[in-house]
């Protein structure tokens, strides 16, 4: 016997019962992103490795440590996407597309990380991400967290999610604060964390946000990134957070938000839940100012962010704010105990007058009453029910499954317009 076949760890099935959520979620995005007058953009889920080594930082944990790397046939080296924003920005070098321009763009779709699966964390994960090009100021950056907001309050989850605000500043000033954020860790070496050590030397920015109590307690006694920021960094940081204010969306300085990649500068933001447990980020993002010329273009704005859709699905279920009428519902199902070739004629015919109708022709072959329970079980309203007798007398028998009322006889010409009464759109 031929031993089955299973998925690979960390990249799961996401199976019919479950698509209807993850499409309500995917249509509300797309919508609204189309609102802001975003465009989409897709990009090839394999890239050339250094688009990430040279875009994220070689001494991230996504380059050292979780990125899918292979070479091919031709002995290039390839990586699985791990995130998009790099991917967008080659696209955008690559065809012409930034250069004293102003773009927006969207992409969504599946990225790849080799970490240790856990609940609505996955090494297949999904994810939206929005990209902006172009524009300097806070704006552009408040218009980003103002659509997030939206979302959420269009989806329920407002009460749910909440906003972490940081600055970084500028590359030269993150420089300065680097040092001296070294200078001081340098001191509690040997206490720090393992991953908090290995970072110290190579991403010790990203040691501030460690989840380590014992590697807590050093860093609250670090120095303040705060106190090394230029006086226009801080103008811009008050600017966004002035027009957050006016717009009426809360929100919470958290001076230890760095975010994981070394493309970041200046703002940076996370909405984050207690609804998930540990795993509690839901959408992250921040401007990247550098990242264009670091991948071989000219000096560009740029700010944007990623949502994480597994997630943001979980948080819909648990809180059970999936509307009732988001299902792969049925209207109505062909029951058929005849092999006539007129059926599929005449379930067209109803396609063609009634495109909005869900309709199901069983083809199964099976008998009436297997038929019947499957078009009873599928959730659907009407049978419509074509035998032997039927046939012969150019009628159809109309069957209710969802309300007690008797079961009715129509005329296979007269057909079209009964049902228009009966399910409209």
Not at 17 to 41: F, G, H, M, R
Not at 278 to 298: F, I, M, N, P, W
Request: hydrophobic share 40%; proline share 4%.
């Amino acid at each position: 016997m031929v031993k089955p076949l299973q998925a690979i760890r960390g990249m799961n099935d996401i199976l019919p019962k479950q698509t209807p959520a993850w499409q309500y979620l995917e249509n509300k995005v797309k919508a609204l992103l189309a609102s802001y007058c975003y465009n989409e953009i897709r990009t090839p889920i394999l890239e050339p490795s250094a688009v990430f080594s040279r875009g994220i930082g070689a001494g991230t944990d996504v380059v050292e440590k979780e990125m899918y790397t292979f070479d091919d046939r031709n002995g290039d080296t390839l990586s699985l996407r791990p995130e998009a924003t790099a991917g967008c920005v080659r696209a955008g070098i690559e065809t012409g597309l930034l250069f004293n321009q102003v773009q927006r763009f969207w992409t969504m779709g599946p990225m790849f990380r080799h970490e240790r699966p856990q609940k609505g964390r996955y090494r297949q994960f999904h994810q939206v991400s929005v990209e902006t090009f172009g524009m300097k100021g806070p704006d552009i950056e408040a218009e980003l967290i103002l659509l997030t907001a939206r979302l959420w309050k269009q989806l329920g989850l407002s009460a749910h999610i909440s906003l972490n605000l940081n600055t970084l500043g500028s590359l030269e000033a993150r420089q300065g604060y680097r040092k001296a954020l070294v200078a001081y860790l340098s001191q509690f070496e040997n206490d720090l964390d393992e991953d908090s050590r290995r970072r110290l030397a190579i991403n010790p920015l990203r040691i501030l946000d460690s989840k380590d109590k014992k590697t807590q307690a050093i860093i609250a006694g670090a120095p303040k990134l705060q106190d090394y920021l230029s006086d226009d960094s801080q103008l811009h940081f008050e600017g966004l957070c002035e027009r957050l204010t006016l717009a009426g969306v809360d929100y919470k300085i958290n001076p230890h938000l760095v975010r994981g990649l070394d493309y970041y500068s200046e703002t940076v933001f996370e909405w984050v839940t207690d609804s998930l447990g540990s795993q509690g980020t839901v959408c992250a993002g921040g401007r990247y100012d550098a990242l264009v010329e670091l991948l071989g273009g000219k000096p560009t704005s740029a700010v944007g962010f990623a949502m994480g859709l597994e997630r943001l699905v979980l948080m819909l279920e648990t809180l059970d704010l999936i509307p009732c009428s988001v299902s792969q519902s049925v209207d109505a199902v062909f029951v058929t105990i005849s092999s006539d070739s007129r059926l599929m004629k005449i379930a067209e015919q109803l396609r063609n007058s009634m495109p909005w109708l869900k309709l199901q022709v069983d083809c199964s072959g099976a008998n009436f009453k297997r038929q019947m329970k499957r078009a009873d079980c599928s959730g659907a309203h009407f049978a419509l029910i074509l035998g032997e007798e039927e046939l012969s007398a150019g009628i159809i028998t109309v069957k209710s499954l969802r309300n007690d009322e008797p079961q009715i006889q129509i005329s296979q010409s007269k057909l079209v317009d009964y049902m228009k009464t009966r399910i409209q759109e």
